[in-house]
């Protein structure tokens, strides 16, 4: 459900922001074949359905599952939000540590795409 509700906050501030085209990767493969197949279960689904929504003001909208720690630089941003109620969006900064891990990500990807 957490999944869910980070995608759909992550959708409006995209649309906020004037993006069109938008790839949205996940690890939750529950999350990620709810989308691609447009069924869900409750109470999961109405965030679903929310999401689906939202994919309709976008161009370009596609979903692809990413097994965990595919994506290393999400995984330490999600730990930089504290618990609570609210979101937190980094404009015209990057959190300390992230451009590296970036970097050693990116490097990753290359390689094991390379092998």
């Known amino acids: 459900m957490e999944e869910a509700r980070?995608?759909?906050?992550?959708?409006?501030?995209?649309?906020?922001a004037g993006v069109h085209n938008i790839l949205v990767e996940g690890d939750c493969l529950m999350l990620i074949q709810m989308l691609q197949i447009n069924r869900f279960k409750i109470p999961v689904g109405f965030f679903v359905q929310d999401i689906l929504a939202f994919a309709l003001s976008f161009d370009f909208f596609f979903t692809v599952f990413c097994q965990e720690g595919g994506n290393r630089v999400a995984h330490d941003l999600a730990h930089l939000q504290p618990y609570s109620c609210s979101g937190r969006l980094w404009e015209g900064h990057v959190p300390e540590g992230i451009v590296s891990r970036t970097s050693n990500n990116m490097y990753e990807f290359i390689n094991a795409s390379i092998i």
């Open 6 to 16: 980070a995608c759909l906050f992550g959708l409006r501030c995209t649309r906020d």
